[in-house]
């Protein structure tokens, strides 16, 4: 053989195998190889035909993407007219269904093939002699649109069947989908790119689809499954949906694996309630189920009425999106002091549940959909997920109502509110001072890392809290014996016992303090960090943004984050009064320059019999060092104790140091 005859043989069979591959993956759903197996076959039929652009055929799987951006799209003719399905919203209209049917067809019982009703966009493939020669959208049912060189994009979709029992021309039926999570991908890349958002995935496929740069279109997650034929020519296909099905799975086209065959309404009933409980879970979007007359010969018996086939129904799932009023705009105050402002809505029914409150996320948010109060709105309630103001319909606004913006000033405490550039959130100022996060930020002061008050849970938090005994952390200190013992579920014990621990929290250390006054982005470690460094409260208090940013680690969002807390007159007067109930040692100053272990990144892993790992790692970061969670290359020292994790043994594969007990206290002691 020639060496070109025997790269043509090589360029073949590359095709096959990765065709094959293709059919594994998309069709059965169990691929043989690895992505990057697949990725290897992939690259060297591409290098072969960079060396031998004569060999290139349209079908070849390295020909998906082209690269011409259309000026429109051609019109397509339906031979066979596409057409759309009568809907049922009850069990009683499924049983007329059925009822009609067999009277036509004089039978006492009929099979169905069912199967998913996806929510995505109808499509019509052409395959001449196996190759995929042109793909229409559905359009009018007549008249479609031709989006050949979108749909080659598509990678699940064949662009030469399998084996060569097909018929010369055969026109095969789908849908084209997203799946649920390649319309969080693609969201999240158009916010990334300050593009519009889309409001669920079939908007999404369909935005897709008809795009008239195809380049942009092989960038979208798109799927298929294929759900019936058109015209057929040549060979006849066999005379039941369900194998219909079963052929056009083995030419390498999708079928969805949910389908099956049932018997008689009950059978439908019993699987589409089935599907119902497994909707959520299913990775795509469906609306309901279709029940087809399984046998072609009753199904041409039964024919069309008006654009709809006797022989087939939708019946439709509780919608997962309704138009409703929205009648105003609510600021709810969560624990961190995020401003979340939520939808309230004429009530509606959506996904099976009334609807009258949906989240609108964020500012930025608001002005993507350009939400104004009295506008109607689209509301989409999917799963368990909260209602969501998915699309306004601008075409419906009376008036000019004018724009929503979030307050400047928080609803519950009248503290100005924030938004840091390069956040969506906006912030209540009012830290320690506001209803809405006193019960949060007295919960974070008592915590274990924070002060540490012991028998200070949080129902007893909220309870002090709303009793009005506790309106802000200071006051913790004034609580008496007495007035704990007159709360719920407390006896005299637990009360003398918690004025214990309060007491016992009065001495701590500054770090600890600075952490419990749980100021925006400062964490446990940021505050060791700024006690090291400035030594002091007071310095701490008075130090300006630019001064801050000099401290390792302190960029601007924290460093902000600590002035504008420290700005705060509700804070000053609240840090007043701690300050006459607490102490801490004075810290000693060391510049970074003197502390022995700056710079070295340590990670803890196992049980240390002298100290808990969380003492360990403060007297780590007193000498300057870094302590991390996980080990990577960057990694300089991982401290093993009793029983370690997996850390250890990735330190030992990446060549990080170990230390055990013995050399960890050597190395605290040289501090
Ligand atoms: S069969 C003559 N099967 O629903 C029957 N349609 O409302 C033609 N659809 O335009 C359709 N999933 O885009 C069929 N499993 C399924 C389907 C399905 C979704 C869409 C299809 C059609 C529309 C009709």
């Not at 319309?183 to 593009?195: P, S, T, V």
């Not at 018997?263 to 087809?292: A, F, T, W």
């Not at 997996?646 to 990446?654: T, V, W």
Request: proline share 4%.
């Amino acid at each position: 053989m020639s060496v070109l005859a025997e790269i043509h043989k090589r360029v073949e069979t590359l095709r096959k195998e990765i065709n094959y591959h293709n059919y594994r993956y998309y069709v059965l759903d169990d691929p043989e190889i690895t992505d990057a197996g697949y990725d290897r076959l992939l690259r060297e039929l591409e290098l072969l035909e960079g060396e031998h652009p004569e060999l290139i055929t349209p079908d070849s799987p390295t020909q998906r993407v082209g690269a011409e951006p259309l000026k429109e799209f051609a019109e397509v003719q339906h031979e066979v007219p596409m057409l759309s399905l009568a809907n049922a919203f009850s069990d009683s209209e499924v049983d007329d269904f059925d009822r009609r049917g067999r009277e036509r067809l004089s039978v006492s019982s009929q099979e169905y093939s069912v199967e998913p009703k996806l929510d995505g966009l109808a499509i019509s493939l052409l395959y001449k002699d196996g190759v995929l020669t042109r793909a229409a959208t559905r359009g009018d049912g007549t008249k479609g649109e031709d989006v050949t060189l979108n749909v080659r994009t598509i990678d699940a979709i064949p662009l030469r069947l399998l084996g060569n029992d097909y018929p010369r021309e055969l026109e095969v039926r789908g849908e084209v989908i997203i799946t649920k999570a390649g319309f969080e991908a693609l969201n999240q890349q158009q916010r990334k790119n300050d593009a519009k958002l889309f409001a669920n995935p079939r908007n999404a496929a369909a935005g897709s689809l008809r795009q008239l740069d195809p380049r942009i279109t092989a960038t979208r997650p798109l799927s298929f499954y294929c759900y019936g034929v058109g015209k057929v020519d040549g060979d006849s296909l066999p005379p039941r949906h369900s194998e219909i099905m079963r052929q056009l799975k083995n030419w390498g086209l999708p079928v969805n694996p949910e389908s099956r065959v049932v018997n008689g309404v009950k059978g439908c009933l019993e699987y589409y309630r089935e599907m119902q409980g497994k909707r959520d879970s299913l990775p795509y979007d469906i609306d309901g189920i279709v029940y087809k007359v399984d046998r072609l010969d009753q199904q041409k018996k039964l024919g069309f009425v008006a654009r709809a086939p006797r022989w087939a129904l939708a019946h439709k799932f509780p919608a997962q999106e309704e138009m409703t009023t929205l009648l105003d705009i609510d600021v709810q105050v969560g624990r961190t002091g995020a401003l979340t402002p939520v939808a309230r809505l004429e009530p509606v029914h959506v996904g099976g549940v009334m609807v009258s409150n949906a989240t609108l996320h964020n500012q930025d948010e608001i002005d993507r959909l350009d939400a104004r109060i009295g506008d109607t709105v689209i509301v989409r309630r999917a799963g368990d997920v909260i209602p969501q103001v998915v699309g306004v319909v601008i075409s419906r606004r009376q008036g000019r109502p004018r724009r929503y913006k979030l307050p400047g000033t928080c609803p519950v405490c009248a503290s100005p509110t924030v938004r840091l550039s390069g956040e969506a959130v906006t912030y209540c100022t009012g830290g320690l001072y506001c209803a809405a996060q006193r019960k949060q930020a007295v919960k974070h002061f008592a915590s274990r890392r924070a002060m540490d008050i012991e028998g200070l849970g949080d129902k007893l938090v909220e309870q002090l809290v709303d009793e009005q005994l506790v309106n802000d952390i200071a006051d913790l200190y004034q609580l008496s014996v007495a007035q704990l013992a007159g709360l719920d579920r407390m006896a005299e014990k637990s009360a003398s016992n918690l004025v214990k621990a309060l007491d016992k929290s009065r001495t701590t250390t500054l770090a600890r303090f600075l952490y419990a006054l749980g100021i925006h982005d400062v964490g446990e470690t940021t505050a060791q960090t700024l006690a090291r460094h400035f030594g002091s409260l007071d310095a701490i208090r008075k130090v300006d943004e630019a001064t801050l940013m000099t401290v390792s680690d302190v960029g601007p969002v924290v460093a902000k984050s600590i002035v504008e807390f420290f700005k705060q007159t509700h804070n000053q007067e609240v840090i007043g009064k701690l300050i006459k109930e607490i102490n801490w040692p004075e810290v000693e100053v060391k510049s970074a320059a003197e502390l022995p272990l700056q710079g070295k990144s340590f990670v803890l892993t196992g049980t240390l019999s002298s100290m808990t790992r969380d003492e360990a790692k403060a007297e780590l970061q007193a000498l300057g060092a870094k302590v991390t969670g996980s080990v990577s290359k960057k990694t300089d020292y991982v401290v093993v104790g009793e029983n370690p994790g997996s850390k250890a043994d990735k330190a030992e594969k990446l060549g990080v140091e170990i230390l055990d007990e013995t050399a960890l206290q050597k190395l605290l002691k040289q501090g």
